[in-house]
């Protein structure tokens, strides 16, 4: 699938969504509402058959931002969804369900830096140490 | 019959992923596996944080040493990326070469743990003799035999020296013969092949549910290398195939890591005819905010690193995805079903380290008493193939 025509459909797809988009040579990176990231990530993992790669938290002072990366390899593609979350409502909706390997990686982001993901079916520690102090985030810098 | 725990793990200090595999047994199948990885999390992307981008390479470097240049090879992606800036002809060629060099190296070790694990420890002792004129080659080329120090972003650190083309060109024309030998051992076994052929299967939906990367995809079927979907370094410039394999089990694994050594050998041969001359770097004044993704395909799959700069002295964020985090994570599809015996070659199949397969104990999970160990469950793989011999 060509990369114009995924940059199409995601626009179509996420419509008001959509918050901003830049490109650079193989490297797309979306920013949607965090209400648009299960229907996009569906599409590229069910319908473009994009491999998930990882996902990437950020605490950037004034927001966490969720980078999830998909790669279309035939294209040799890395399409990049960012998320932006408010940190007074670390809630996203877990991808797990649609895509089976983001399992660990939100487990991660979840103890690194406090993201709760809705719907993961086992959101427990996978790094530290299952008796790790509750709310410290390592990846946190206002702690 | 009681359910059996078998603890495989947890501790083991070489690779960048210590593992804890739980194997939940009936007599001798494997109904549950639970993985666990995190007992030696050394906090690589967090320190980066406090460094220098010119420091990171080095840090990075670290994170395995087996596939060293692995990472710095997927950081200076990034950052080149991010700068959007042309790296010199003959550094993307120097690159390449090590790159090549150490899948070599890297495939050879594999190869040696899992003969070791069948019982062919000839296979075994091979595998380290004919290691050795690879890590002899970095020796001359970096003056290091493993953690070489080569890569820098915009370039390369040091340049090769053209005097030792044919010694080099020479070691890797010997070294085919011996490939050869491998391929023999490997491939014409029909005991080896009965013995890993159809276990430990992953299917083309498996491999794309799971994500894997590497010769865990390719060995089923799938088409995927980073190095010609997202061609970089000297990569799109020399003639060379991706090699897949079908069935998916751990012979088909074996088999696209034996042909591939043919591959590199021939991409590190045609990179030295063809080498420019010229600068090896390009000078960074400095650092934009951005954003850039660097990608490289390591022995075991593809390598991921992320990184954002808020125009200071070092990464913002460095965010690093090693192959191992989704291979080992396909284990929970592949040994469920096979027996206790298999697992073993099974879970080392994707190439993870070994030391933690050494460690596996069969433990009663009433009494915890200890009923087997690590060496144990080689010896049960090991009679395993010396019945199938007779």
């Given at each position: 699938?060509?990369?114009l025509?995924?940059?199409?459909?995601i626009?179509?797809r996420?419509e008001?969504?959509?918050?901003?988009?830049?490109e650079?040579?193989?490297?797309?990176?979306?920013?949607?509402?965090?209400?648009?990231?299960?229907?996009?990530?569906?599409?590229?993992f069910?319908?473009?058959?994009a491999?998930?790669?990882?996902?990437?938290?950020?605490?950037?002072?004034?927001?966490i931002e969720?980078?999830y990366?998909?790669?279309?390899?035939?294209a040799?593609?890395?399409?990049?969804?960012?998320?932006?979350?408010?940190?007074?409502?670390?809630?996203?909706?877990?991808?797990?369900?649609?895509i089976?390997?983001?399992?660990?990686?939100?487990?991660e982001?979840?103890e690194?830096?406090g993201?709760n993901?809705?719907?993961?079916?086992?959101?427990?520690?996978?790094?530290?140490?299952?008796?790790?102090?509750?709310?410290?985030?390592?990846?946190?810098?206002?702690? | 019959m009681?359910?059996?725990?078998?603890p495989?793990?947890?501790y083991?200090p070489?690779?960048?992923?210590?593992?804890?595999?739980?194997?939940?047994v009936?007599?001798?199948?494997?109904?549950?596996?639970d993985?666990?990885?995190?007992?030696?999390?050394?906090?690589?992307?967090?320190?980066?944080?406090?460094?220098?981008y010119?420091?990171?390479?080095?840090?990075?470097?670290?994170?395995?040493?087996i596939?060293?240049?692995?990472?710095?090879?997927?950081?200076?992606?990034?950052?080149?990326?991010?700068?959007?800036?042309?790296?010199?002809?003959?550094?993307?060629?120097?690159?390449?070469?090590?790159?090549?060099?150490e899948?070599?190296?890297?495939?050879?070790?594999?190869?040696?743990?899992a003969?070791?694990?069948l019982?062919?420890?000839?296979?075994?002792?091979?595998?380290?003799r004919?290691?050795?004129?690879?890590?002899?080659?970095?020796?001359r080329?970096?003056?290091?035999?493993?953690?070489?120090?080569?890569?820098?972003?915009?370039?390369?650190?040091?340049?090769?020296?053209?005097a030792d083309?044919?010694?080099?060109?020479?070691?890797?024309?010997?070294?085919?013969?011996?490939?050869?030998?491998?391929?023999?051992a490997?491939?014409d076994d029909?005991?080896?092949?009965?013995?890993?052929?159809?276990?430990?299967?992953l299917?083309?939906q498996?491999?794309?549910?799971?994500?894997?990367?590497?010769?865990?995809?390719r060995?089923?079927?799938?088409?995927?290398d980073i190095?010609?979907?997202?061609?970089?370094?000297?990569?799109?410039?020399?003639?060379?195939?991706?090699?897949?394999?079908?069935?998916?089990?751990?012979?088909?694994?074996?088999i696209v890591?034996?042909?591939?050594?043919y591959?590199?050998?021939?991409?590190?041969?045609?990179?030295?005819?063809?080498?420019?001359?010229?600068?090896?770097e390009?000078?960074?004044k400095?650092?934009?905010?951005?954003?850039?993704?660097?990608?490289?395909?390591a022995?075991r799959g593809?390598?991921?690193?992320?990184?954002?700069?808020?125009?200071?002295?070092?990464?913002?964020?460095?965010?690093?995805r090693a192959?191992?985090?989704?291979?080992?994570?396909s284990?929970?599809?592949?040994?469920?079903?096979?027996t206790?015996?298999?697992a073993?070659?099974?879970?080392?199949?994707?190439?993870?380290?070994?030391c933690?397969?050494e460690?596996?104990?069969?433990?009663?999970?009433?009494?915890?008493?200890?009923?087997?160990?690590?060496?144990?469950l080689?010896?049960?793989?090991?009679?395993?193939?010396?019945?199938?011999?007779?």
């Amino acid at each position: 699938m060509k990369k114009l025509e995924i940059i199409e459909n995601i626009k179509v797809r996420s419509e008001k969504e959509l918050l901003a988009f830049s490109e650079k040579p193989k490297r797309i990176y979306f920013t949607i509402e965090k209400s648009a990231l299960s229907k996009i990530a569906k599409y590229l993992f069910r319908e473009v058959k994009a491999r998930f790669i990882t996902a990437s938290g950020v605490d950037t002072r004034s927001n966490i931002e969720i980078l999830y990366h998909f790669s279309v390899d035939e294209a040799g593609l890395v399409v990049s969804l960012r998320v932006i979350l408010e940190k007074d409502n670390l809630e996203i909706e877990s991808l797990t369900p649609i895509i089976l390997c983001t399992e660990w990686i939100e487990r991660e982001i979840h103890e690194l830096l406090g993201v709760n993901f809705k719907g993961h079916p086992n959101l427990k520690h996978l790094l530290l140490k299952d008796d790790w102090p509750e709310g410290n985030y390592p990846l946190r810098r206002d702690q | 019959m009681s359910k059996k725990v078998i603890p495989i793990g947890p501790y083991h200090p070489l690779q960048e992923e210590p593992e804890f595999f739980t194997l939940y047994v009936d007599g001798e199948t494997v109904t549950d596996i639970d993985i666990e990885i995190g007992y030696n999390h050394r906090a690589i992307e967090k320190i980066a944080e406090s460094k220098s981008y010119d420091q990171v390479t080095f840090l990075v470097e670290r994170i395995c040493g087996i596939c060293s240049t692995s990472h710095p090879f997927a950081y200076s992606n990034a950052i080149d990326n991010l700068l959007e800036i042309e790296v010199p002809e003959r550094a993307l060629y120097i690159r390449t070469i090590i790159g090549e060099l150490e899948r070599i190296h890297s495939h050879l070790l594999w190869l040696g743990l899992a003969g070791h694990f069948l019982g062919y420890n000839t296979v075994w002792m091979w595998a380290w003799r004919y290691r050795e004129p690879i890590l002899d080659i970095f020796e001359r080329i970096s003056g290091n035999r493993n953690h070489y120090a080569m890569f820098k972003p915009g370039g390369v650190r040091r340049d090769l020296d053209e005097a030792d083309f044919p010694w080099i060109k020479k070691t890797l024309k010997g070294l085919i013969p011996k490939f050869d030998m491998f391929k023999g051992a490997v491939i014409d076994d029909p005991v080896i092949r009965a013995r890993t052929e159809g276990i430990g299967i992953l299917t083309k939906q498996d491999v794309h549910d799971y994500s894997v990367v590497g010769p865990t995809a390719r060995a089923s079927g799938v088409a995927i290398d980073i190095r010609r979907d997202d061609p970089y370094a000297a990569y799109d410039r020399v003639d060379w195939k991706v090699i897949t394999a079908e069935g998916g089990g751990v012979f088909a694994k074996a088999i696209v890591r034996i042909l591939e050594l043919y591959e590199s050998t021939n991409i590190v041969l045609q990179c030295l005819d063809k080498i420019p001359k010229g600068p090896i770097e390009t000078n960074i004044k400095d650092m934009p905010v951005g954003e850039g993704i660097g990608r490289h395909e390591a022995p075991r799959g593809e390598v991921f690193h992320y990184i954002m700069s808020d125009g200071g002295n070092g990464p913002a964020r460095h965010k690093v995805r090693a192959p191992s985090y989704v291979n080992i994570a396909s284990n929970k599809k592949a040994v469920i079903g096979e027996t206790v015996s298999d697992a073993t070659i099974i879970l080392a199949a994707v190439d993870p380290c070994y030391c933690c397969t050494e460690r596996m104990a069969v433990v009663d999970a009433k009494s915890g008493t200890k009923l087997m160990d690590g060496q144990d469950l080689i010896r049960l793989s090991q009679e395993k193939t010396a019945r199938m011999k007779k």
